[in-house]
Each structure stands twice: as C-alpha cells, then as structure tokens.
Nanobody
Framework: VQLQASGGGLVQAGDSLRLSCVAA????????MAWFRRAPGKGREVVAI???????DYRDSVKGRFTISRDNAKNTVYLQMNSLKPEDTAIYYC??????????????WGQGTQVTVSS
C-alpha cells in the first residue's frame, strides 16, 4: 500500500497546518490510519490514530489542538494542526495498520513531511 504525505512547511508558533496522506488501493475505507512524528534526536511517537469506523485517539500533548479525520471517497487521511508549538517540529509520517498507539502495529508507512515551527 503506497502512502503519500504532504502539507508540511515552516510556520510560526500559533499557526495552523493541515497534513494530507493519500493512500493507494480500492479498500481505503477498511484501513486504520495514523500519524506519527519523529523530532530531531528523538524516537518516533504517535500523534493521532483513526479507525476504519472513525474512532480517534491522540497523544496527550496534542489533544485539543490537532484533529485527525478521513475522507474515504478521496482515499485521504488528514491531520489538522492548530496552535502549533516549536516542540511540534518533526517529520510527520502517515501509516496504515492496526488501530493502535504503537508504531510496531503499523505495516505501511509514507515518506514523511517536514513540519517546522519557529518561536
């Protein structure tokens, strides 16, 4: 399954960005999807997950600021990021796998898109 992430960029603290991830395949509606990120010098961490049925979960530090959503007609999962902080700076990856907060439960990964938040 090919995943293509886009939408990253350089923004200032307090700004918003929306990331998109388009998935190849005709059964996107059955996929559980997620966004992870890797900050410089740190390990990969989950940001948000969404099940095929639309259930969602988030890491605590982004709750209330980030929203994950999906459009099955467009084979796309989104990550709306508001009130961005410098600590959100990272490469963001979309992934497909089980509905889980663990990166080991995801088998397919996109190439990543860089998000940089300046203070």
């Amino acid at each position: 399954v090919q995943l293509q992430a886009s939408g990253g960029g350089l923004v200032q603290a307090g700004d918003s960005l929306r990331l998109s991830c388009v998935a190849a395949g005709r059964t996107f509606s059955t996929y559980n999807m997620a966004w992870f990120r890797r900050a410089p010098g740190k390990g990969r961490e989950v940001v948000a997950i969404i099940s095929h049925g639309g259930s969602t979960d988030y890491r605590d530090s982004v709750k209330g600021r980030f929203t994950i959503s999906r459009d099955n007609a467009k084979n796309t999962v989104y990550l709306q990021m508001n009130s961005l902080k410098p600590e959100d700076t990272a490469i963001y990856y979309c992934a497909r796998g089980s509905y889980s907060l663990r990166d080991t439960d995801y088998n397919y990964w996109g190439q990543g898109t860089q998000v940089t938040v300046s203070s």
